[in-house]
């Protein structure tokens, strides 16, 4: 074996290695035993999983912002239960059916690790579930229920863009978390250039011709003369 093929064979052990360690955790917690017995046979379980349904390399992003972690929690912690009681409102009303849709909603930033966190935080919130997610255009659709028009269903489709904002600000890569910061300096950018644009009196040039609005006045005085 080359050189190049054992660097390329450690490296793939190496990000393969984390998800290994996650199988064999989810294995003894699934038998409730943390014994040599359960993890020599987690190791086993894992070790076929991986080889017989394998899947991409999926590489991790090697950062994490511990401030927007602990945001992300408290954020998603706090969605939970707005949505559970919104779901139990919603069902409990005699007088309106709570309306449903499936929607789609392609994701801007995310690679693979991040779109599939953007998919589980989406279906763990009561009230949303992930039913496809298309790996090609980066799009997940989900079933939502408390649709009633457009305007809801655009909603939604921001809940889910501000998860996928959040959690790149938490857990995606530099390259990711400089994209979202560029394009949130060019909204507020354009956000502002809106409003001073807006502006009622707008700078006209010295020695230029009155405005249009009083055309119709000036005429009208001239016609009398």
Not at 165 to 188: N, W
Request: no cysteine; proline share 5%; glycine share 8%.
């Amino acid at each position: 074996m080359s050189a190049a093929a054992k660097r390329g064979l450690w490296r793939e052990i190496g990000l393969q290695l984390p998800f290994l360690l996650w199988l064999v955790v989810l294995w003894m917690l699934l038998w409730g035993q943390f014994t040599v017995l359960s993890a020599v046979t987690g190791i086993a379980v894992a070790l076929f999983v991986t080889r017989v349904f394998r899947l991409p390399t999926i590489e991790l992003s090697g950062r994490i912002n511990l401030w927007w972690a602990a945001i992300l929690v408290v954020q998603f912690l706090a969605a939970v239960v707005h949505g559970s009681l919104s779901v139990a409102v919603q069902v409990l009303n005699p007088r309106r059916a709570p309306g449903a849709a499936i929607i789609a909603v392609p994701l801007r930033y995310a690679d693979d690790l991040v779109m599939t966190h953007v998919a589980v935080t989406s279906s763990l919130i009561p009230g949303s579930l992930v039913v496809e997610a298309d790996r090609d255009t980066r799009t997940l659709y989900l079933h939502v229920i408390g649709v009633r028009s457009l305007e809801d269903v655009e909603r939604q489709r921001a809940g889910v863009l501000r998860w996928e904002r959040r959690i790149v600000r938490a857990l995606g890569s530099p390259a990711q978390a400089a994209q979202l910061r560029a394009d949130e300096r060019a909204e507020a950018e354009r956000l502002g250039g809106t409003v001073a644009g807006s502006s009622p009196t707008p700078h006209r040039p010295k020695g230029s011709g009155p405005s249009t609005g009083s055309g119709p006045a000036q005429g009208s005085e001239e016609g009398r003369r």
